[in-house]
């Protein structure tokens, strides 16, 4: 509940903020801004390594809090390098500082995302959600603020940073190192700890790359088979594809160590009996609000982001279906990390990336936008469907006596 609650807050928080920059920049700057965010994610993604995932499947405490730190600290160090070079050498003067500062944004929040891994495995989500309000809201409303004032998105983005360097510091690093301390993690960190943690988060973060590359990807076709202003229109439309897609990641990471214990006691019930129930609610709210979405979306996109987003209702109600299937790949997903198979994982992952690869550029070049979107949907039903096949081939011995977590 507090993992749903948290990310629900912070959601909101994020539309407060694409609405600011609709309002009060062109429609092509939030398409530079929707570029920018397609280059830096994948980044922060593969670098990230996974570790939330790893930190919350380590139920034996075999890495200690410094190792988990200083692998952190190392790989953010070179997402930034990264960012930096991407700024420098593949983008134009509009956009590099937009990237360099919400770059640095997105590496603060990898140590944020540490500290949530911490808060997860002893299942004290409610820090969570804390500290997501105070990221999400206190960012939001000053970025909104300066935007209005001054017209300077990358000022605002300037803001935004340092609200979140603030809570980084203050509202998740000091209480994850409590936890740790009660948890007996402290140890000095081992070098070989750390290497051994990094190869096995490898799959981890490829797969987690490939998951943002996938979401970029209709960013990156857009932009180059239709126009920077539809690629403008998408990113405001499909924020819809993203407040889902963001709860149910919540969701996802909430319920994999609960996963977790139910894979290592072979309590195959239990297992199946959470994913039965947490895809049927997927698809039930799903399809209700997809309906929805045909019926008044178009409206409700113009009454909220003005006349530049006018006739845009088929694509939130497509971009709400695509969010729907999206968040059934999470949910499964989940469970095949419970198992700790990351490689198959981003084996499926690679496969449904190049599948959205050719479904998504014959759609845009066929239907534009409309036709981008359903092949998003096409490729989350089939990437649904394999791991559901997968995680049905996994054997459990019969259910041990055991002990709720």
């Known amino acids: 509940g507090w993992g749903i609650i948290g990310q629900a807050g912070y959601v909101a928080s994020q539309f407060l903020l694409l609405l600011a920059l609709a309002r009060f920049a062109s429609v092509a700057e939030v398409g530079h801004f929707g570029f920018a965010n397609a280059l830096v994610v994948p980044v922060v993604f593969l670098l990230n390594l996974g570790m939330r995932v790893n930190q919350a499947t380590d139920i034996s405490r075999r890495y200690s809090f410094q190792e988990f730190l200083l692998l952190r600290t190392i790989a953010t160090a070179v997402a930034y390098l990264v960012i930096v070079v991407i700024a420098f050498t593949a983008v134009d003067a509009v956009t590099r500082p937009i990237i360099l500062v919400f770059g640095a944004a997105k590496a603060v929040e990898m140590f944020s995302d540490f500290f949530y891994g911490i808060f997860q495995r002893a299942e004290r989500l409610e820090f969570v959600a804390r500290s997501l309000a105070l990221r999400g809201f206190g960012s939001a409303i000053l970025f909104a603020i300066i935007l ?29 190192h409590r936890i740790a301390m009660q948890g007996e993690e402290i140890r000095p960190a081992r070098w070989n700890a750390v290497f051994e943690m990094a190869r096995s988060s490898v799959s981890l973060g490829v797969n987690s790359m490939l998951a943002a590359l996938q979401n970029s990807l209709p960013r990156y076709i857009i932009g180059w088979v239709i126009s920077i202003v539809a690629l403008g229109q998408f990113t405001v439309v499909a924020y819809a594809n993203q407040a889902i897609v963001t709860v149910f990641t919540a969701i996802g990471q909430s319920i994999t160590s609960r996963l977790a214990f139910y894979a290592v ?8 009996g959470n994913l039965h129930k947490l ?31 006018d006739n845009l209702g088929p694509l939130f109600a497509l971009c709400i279906l695509s969010a729907t299937l999206q968040a059934c790949v999470i949910i499964l997903q989940s469970g095949l990390f419970a198992f700790r198979d990351f490689h198959l994982s981003m084996i499926l992952r690679g496969f449904s990336i190049g599948l959205m690869s050719v479904a998504c550029f014959v759609g845009a070049w066929v239907g534009g936008l409309i036709g981008l979107s359903w092949g998003m949907s096409f490729t989350f039903l089939i990437h649904s469907i394999a791991l559901w096949l997968v995680l049905q081939r996994k054997k459990f011995s019969e259910p041990d006596r055991t002990v709720e977590p």
């Open 148 to 176: 209005a004032a001054t017209g300077a998105t990358a000022l605002a983005f300037a803001a935004h940073l340092v609200v979140w360097v603030l809570v980084a510091i203050f509202v998740d690093y000091l209480p994850a």
């Open 265 to 272: 006691n072979s309590n195959r019930q239990a297992f199946f």
């Open 279 to 309: 895809i049927g609610l997927i698809l039930v709210g799903g399809l209700g609000a997809t309906l929805v979405g045909l019926g008044i979306g178009g409206w409700l996109i113009r009454t909220v982001f003005g006349a530049e987003y």
